[in-house]
């Protein structure tokens, strides 16, 4: 595809249910990542994936939180017993090294509201 | 460690104003890439630009500009001539050499008023 698409666009949910976030990245690019985003706030990581290399997990807020990414390519982010404050923008975004650039482009973001 | 600072919280200019958003990157690293973002009311994040630490020369792209000192670790962004199409929300974003983890600032509200 053109860009980065991430489903559904947005997600409703009860307190205490799971929910799954999907990502497709941009074709031909290595990398992925994961980014939370709060009302009116800034950009919080969550997670990084990079080839076949383990993830970074550095920045997923609990073991609530966890993420795969199938034949180096689609990923999901699974939250489990969610919370109230676990509600907010989900963004992905996909990047790759060329011999003079870098490119990282972002999704249009999932809204989780969790009720 | 490094540490990236957009200290302007929020700004707010009148159309047709030139406005200039601050960034500050503290690393150690020799080597790095800044890159600004852009987030609309809409929401999605939008690549502007990218410059690399060892070149300095500053450019200008229509109504944008920006302002790279490695000396002081700044990397400002100036729109000239704003419109009301520019209000969003602006990041700074390093990215160390080798790496492909960018960090985010906490951005930059910026509101043009007609």
Redesign the interface.
Known sequence: GAGVSQSPSNKVTEKGKDVELRCDPISGHT?L?W?RQSLG???E?LI?F?GNSAP?KSGLPSDRFSAERTGGSVSTLTIQRTQQEDSA?Y?C?S?R?TEF?????????TRLTVT | AQKVTQAQTEISVVEKEDVTLDCVYETRDTTY?L?W?KQPPS???V?LI?RNSFDEQNEISGRYSWNFQKSTSSFNFTITASQVVDSAVY?CAP?KGGS????????TKLTVNP
């Open positions: 990398a990542y980014y706030q800034g950009l990581f990084y990079q970074d923008v963004l975004a990047s090294w650039n870098y490119e990282q482009y972002f999704g249009p973001g | 890439y890159f973002y929401g999605e994040l690549f990218r990041f990215l492909e983890k960018l960090v985010f600032g906490k951005g």
